[in-house]
């Protein structure tokens, strides 16, 4: 299992461009079978457009099932609320 630092591989978590780095990682840890654990900083603020094309876009290509799998979260108690809220919110507007 990778460690992959989300701080140390985007500039901001605030823009499409910037998340669409983020699914990279997470396509290429899905497509070879590995997993990641993803290490979000507590003062790391994710804007709905990062989400959207990171692990949004993972979510409608690979489904909820693939991305437990792929990827575990580590940080504050605060950023996995957030990521959770997240990814309930997500896949109960759009079924994955």
Avoid: C
Avoid at 2 to 29: C, H, R, W, Y
Wanted: glycine share 4%; hydrophobic share 35%.
């Amino acid at each position: 299992m990778k460690t992959l630092i989300l701080k140390n591989i985007v500039k901001n978590s605030s823009s499409n461009e910037q998340g669409m780095i983020l699914f990279d990682f997470l396509q290429n840890a899905y497509l070879s079978k590995d997993s990641l654990i993803l290490y979000v900083d507590s003062d790391l603020s994710m804007s709905s457009s990062f989400l959207n094309s990171s692990i949004g876009q993972f979510l409608d290509k690979y489904g909820l099932n693939s991305f437990k799998q792929t990827v575990k979260f580590k940080g504050s108690k605060n950023q996995f609320s957030r990521l959770l809220d997240y990814i309930n919110k997500y896949s109960s507007l759009y079924p994955v």
